[in-house]
């Protein structure tokens, strides 16, 4: 079975920095493709950034691009994503999500099989 686990997270002052870090274990088939999602209450969950692991090619919102750094270590098939000059605006219940994906990765929740917990993130200006 499955298992997707996030770390990290925390609160922060406004331009302060966190680091989350994600496991996917117990798979048979290769992850392939591996994303951070986040959702503030009220607001629908929304893809921050993903990595195709195979090429490894990124992708980030718009809102976190030139913040955010998503990578993956394949040899223990963890992910991190490392967010600088965090904003209030980055809070938010941030989940890991991983999904077998062969071809590419996709921005949409309903493509990811496998979710971790959430880890929350709390910026104070």
């Known amino acids: 079975q499955v298992q997707v686990a996030e770390s990290g997270g925390g609160s922060v002052q406004a331009g302060g920095s966190l680091r989350l870090s994600c496991v996917a274990s117990?798979?048979?088939?290769?992850?392939?493709?591996m994303g951070w999602f986040r959702q503030a209450p009220g607001k629908e969950r929304e893809q921050v950034a993903h990595?195709?692991?195979?090429?490894?090619?990124?992708y980030y919102v718009d809102s976190v691009k030139g913040r955010f750094t998503i990578s993956h270590d394949s040899a223990n098939n963890t992910m991190t994503l490392q967010m600088t000059s965090l904003k209030p605006e980055d809070t938010a219940m941030y989940y890991c999500?991983?999904?077998?994906?062969?071809?590419?990765?996709?921005?949409?929740?309903?493509?990811?099989?496998?979710w971790g917990q959430g880890t929350q993130v709390t910026v104070s200006s």
């Open positions: 117990g798979y048979t088939f290769a992850i392939y493709c």
């Open positions: 990595i195709y692991t195979v090429e490894g090619t990124t």
């Open positions: 999500a991983a999904e077998h994906a062969p071809d590419s990765c996709s921005h949409a929740v309903f493509e990811y099989k496998y």
